[in-house]
């Protein structure tokens, strides 16, 4: 594993946090959390601004690396937000998670890239083991009354592969950029607060205000650094499985801390996952040996 894949994998680490800090950041409605978190995520960049002003010079870009930019991270969580209102959450966040295998399957058509019997099983594997993290007990069933709901799930999973792979095309744009995309993204979050009428929930406790500035330290901001830096100069097939181990990740911290309760369908989970993952890593593992030099 290189060095940019190393740090992209360290954004899904942050990421298995989202939940367990979400859980401990009380009621602030969505958006305004979402507002709230990508407003202290952009302080990454604007403290290497600071340091290094010659950076700002960056933030004059085209036009197409905006719409990218913003409309992955905005439009992602938009959706995301959306979906987890018009369905049931298990089913919504299943169906979210079907990006990292849009990543895998899309990286095909990346320059450079080319996908592998093994990358596609190991996808498989990893995605069959998140189904036994999110589904639980009950499964997965389509209700037809949350057709919506689920439809927009699809279009978040759809908006943060999109997101990579049109990020892995834009490898020249400086990651310091990101903070931007954040600001961005944090205005437009709290304009939506108001036009949906969100009530205005601040956290109760320092415990609350706590979880909500880790949140936006860390996976709602240097993960959003990491991810595109990974993205942009790693192996983003690797990322894309790696990006299974989130679901578990997260479920074995609210393990943790007593959100969850363990299960078989942990350790099956465990075994999937970590097994499509080294599966679709099979190339960089299990490096063929050079051969011999013939005299």
Same mark, same amino acid.
């Given at each position: ?11 899904? #680490? ?72 018009? *369905? ?13 295998? $849009?990543?895998?399957?899309? &990286? ?19 995605? &069959? ?60 979050? $709290? ?19 706590? &979880?909500?500035? #880790? #949140? ?22 690797? #990322?894309?499985?790696? &990006? ?47 051969? *011999?030099?013939?005299?």
């Amino acid at each position: 594993m290189n060095k940019a894949t190393g740090i992209g994998f360290l954004a899904i #680490l942050m990421w298995s946090l989202l939940a367990t800090l979400t859980a401990f950041s009380g009621k602030v409605p969505s958006l305004l959390l979402t507002s709230m978190t990508f407003l202290i995520g952009t302080l990454p960049g604007v403290v290497i601004w600071i340091k290094h002003p010659e950076t700002l010079k960056d933030l004059k870009q085209p036009l197409i690396v905006w719409v990218v930019g913003i409309g992955g991270l905005f439009g992602y969580h938009f959706l995301y937000f959306t979906a987890l209102r018009n *369905a049931p959450p298990v089913d919504a966040a299943l169906i979210n998670y079907l990006w990292p295998l $849009f990543i895998v399957l899309g &990286s095909a058509l990346m320059p450079g890239e080319k996908l592998r019997w093994f990358h596609v099983l190991g996808a498989l594997l990893g995605f &069959s083991g998140m189904v036994l993290v999110i589904a639980g007990k009950g499964g997965f069933v389509i209700d037809e009354k949350n057709s919506f709901g689920y439809l927009v799930a699809l279009g978040s999973a759809f908006a943060w592969a999109a997101y990579s792979l049109l990020s892995r095309r834009l490898a020249k744009v400086p990651t310091t950029v990101v903070a931007a995309f954040c600001l961005v993204t944090s205005i437009l979050a $709290f304009l939506c607060h108001f036009i949906f009428s969100e009530p205005f929930i601040l956290p109760e406790n320092g415990g609350q205000w706590l &979880s909500v500035l #880790l #949140l936006g330290l860390f996976p709602v901001g240097l993960a959003f650094y990491c991810w595109d830096f990974g993205v942009k100069r790693g192996n983003i097939q690797l #990322l894309g499985v790696a &990006s299974y181990s989130a679901p578990l990740l997260s479920t074995l911290i609210m393990v943790a801390t007593g959100l969850a309760e363990p299960s078989w369908r942990l350790l099956a989970a465990c075994l999937l996952i970590t097994g499509g993952a080294v599966l679709a890593s099979k190339n960089l593992i299990f490096k063929p040996k050079p051969e *011999a030099v013939r005299e």
